[in-house]
C-alpha cells in the first residue's frame, strides 16, 4: 500500500513521534520518512493494534449503513473507528480496509444532509461533542477519500461550530450559543484546528477567544484545569485536555500550560489504573501533551500506558470502553499508535 502524502498539520496539541524500542531495523520498519524522528513500536504493541483493527473490520461488528456502535453513541463511534484504520496509514477506498472506511465516510456524510450539517446525535445529550469527533474525522480524511460530498459536509458542520461559540468563547452539549465547559471547548478546538488544515476557513478571533476560556478554567492554586471557570475541582482528565488545547493554540511555553503539565506528572500513579475513571477520554491527550513536554517526560510515560491499555485488551481484540467496545478500541488504538504519524492530527 503506498502512503498518501501527509498535510502539514496545525495540531500540535495532538502531534505524536517517538524513537520506541523495537526488533525491526528501520529498513524494514517501511514507517514514513519524516524530520522529527523515527516512529517505532514494540512487537507487542503493533501486534495490539493489528488485532484491534482486525476486530473492527470483522463481519456483524460494523453496521450495515457503514456506522459502528449502537443508536446512542453512533457517530462518536463511527469517527473514532474510523481515525484507528488511518492512523495505521490505511487508506478509504484502497487495501483491504478501504471499502470499510468508505462506508463509515459515507454513513457520515449521510447523517450530515440529512441533518443540515449537524453530525451528532440529536438523542445524545452530549451531541455536539459527537458533531466535534465527527469533523475531526472527516477533516483527518481529506486528501484521501475520493467522495466529494466531503467538503461540502465539512463546510457545513465548521459552520456550525463557529455559531455555537458562546460569548466567553467556548462550548455546551448543543449546537446552540449557550454556555460552555473545558472538554467540549476542547472538542471542538480540536476539530476546528483540523478543519483549517484541511482548508475550511476558521476565522483566527474564534481560536482567541477559545483560548482565553480555556486559560479561565485553570485553578490558580495548583495549576490543574476545572470544567467550568471558578468551578469544581481541577482534575486529570481536564487537566490533559486543556494543556493539549493550549498547546494546539499555540501557548506551548504559556505559564499555563507549563504548570498543567506539572500537574499531570505529580499526579498520583493511580493515572495508570485499569479501572481509572474516563480512562479513555483522559489518556488520549495525556498522552500526547507528555510527548509536546519533551523526550524526557514522553519515554516515561508511554511504556506505562501503553503496559496498560494492552493488559485490558480483550481475546477477540477488542477493548471495553464508556460508551462501547468500538469507543474502546478505537481510542486504545489511537492512544497506543501515537508514534505511527500516519495520521496530520499526530505530526510535530
Given at each position: ?174 449546537p446552540e450559543p449557550s454556555d460552555a465547559d473545558l472538554s467540549m471547548t476542547v472538542m471542538h478546538l480540536v476539530a476546528l484546528n483540523s478543519a483549517r488544515e484541511a482548508g475550511i476557513s476558521v ?7 477559545a483560548t482565553k476560556y480555556v486559560l479561565s478554567c485553570q485553578d490558580e492554586t495548583s495549576g490543574g484545569f476545572r470544567y467550568q471557570p471558578g468551578g469544581g475541582e481541577a482534575g486529570f482528565a ?34 495508570f489504573a485499569k479501572n481509572y475513571p474516563r480512562f479513555h477520554y483522559s489518556h488520549y491527550y495525556a498522552v500526547q501533551a507528555m510527548y509536546q513536554a519533551g523526550e524526557t517526560d514522553f519515554q ?49
Amino acid at each position: 500500500m503506498t502512503t498518501p502524502p501527509l498535510r502539514k498539520t496545525l495540531i500540535a496539541a495532538l502531534s505524536a513521534a517517538s524513537l520506541l524500542t523495537a526488533s525491526l531495523p528501520l529498513a524494514q520498519a517501511q514507517e514514513p520518512a519524516q524530520a522529527v524522528g523515527v516512529a517505532r513500536l514494540t512487537p507487542e504493541v503493533r501486534t495490539s493494534i493489528r488485532r484491534g483493527l482486525e476486530y473492527l473490520a470483522k463481519d456483524g461488528v460494523q453496521n450495515p449503513n457503514g456506522s459502528w456502535g449502537g443508536s446512542g453513541n453512533v457517530v462518536a463511534e463511527t469517527s473514532v473507528g474510523l481515525m484507528a484504520f488511518m492512523l495505521k496509514g490505511y487508506v478509504p477506498g484502497r487495501g483491504n480496509y478501504g471499502r470499510i472506511m468508505d462506508k463509515a465516510i459515507s454513513f457520515l456524510i449521510n447523517k450530515g444532509r440529512e441533518q443540515r450539517g449537524f453530525l451528532g446525535t440529536p438523542s445524545n445529550h452530549a451531541g455536539m461533542y459527537e458533531h466535534g469527533l465527527a469533523v475531526l474525522a472527516l477533516s483527518e480524511a481529506w486528501g484521501q477519500s475520493k467522495n466529494p460530498r466531503l467538503k461540502t459536509t465539512l463546510r457545513r458542520a465548521v459552520d456550525i461550530i463557529l455559531r455555537a461559540q458562546n460569548s466567553e468563547g467556548g462550548w455546551r452539549y448543543n449546537p446552540e450559543p449557550s454556555d460552555a465547559d473545558l472538554s467540549m471547548t476542547v472538542m471542538h478546538l480540536v476539530a476546528l484546528n483540523s478543519a483549517r488544515e484541511a482548508g475550511i476557513s476558521v476565522p483566527d478571533v474564534t481560536i482567541e477567544k477559545a483560548t482565553k476560556y480555556v486559560l479561565s478554567c485553570q485553578d490558580e492554586t495548583s495549576g490543574g484545569f476545572r470544567y467550568q471557570p471558578g468551578g469544581g475541582e481541577a482534575g486529570f482528565a481536564r487537566t490533559a485536555a486543556g494543556v493539549m488545547s493550549l498547546i494546539m493554540c499555540g501557548q506551548r511555553r504559556h505559564k499555563a500550560t507549563q504548570r498543567g503539565l506539572a500537574f499531570l506528572k505529580a499526579y498520583p500513579e493511580r493515572k495508570f489504573a485499569k479501572n481509572y475513571p474516563r480512562f479513555h477520554y483522559s489518556h488520549y491527550y495525556a498522552v500526547q501533551a507528555m510527548y509536546q513536554a519533551g523526550e524526557t517526560d514522553f519515554q516515561a510515560w508511554y511504556p506505562k500506558i501503553s503496559a496498560t491499555i494492552l493488559s485490558k485488551q480483550e481475546q477477540d481484540g477488542s477493548w471495553n470502553g464508556a460508551h462501547g467496545k468500538v469507543y474502546g478500541t478505537g481510542f486504545s488504538i489511537l492512544i497506543l499508535g501515537v508514534p505511527y504519524r500516519y495520521l496530520p492530527i499526530y505530526q510535530r
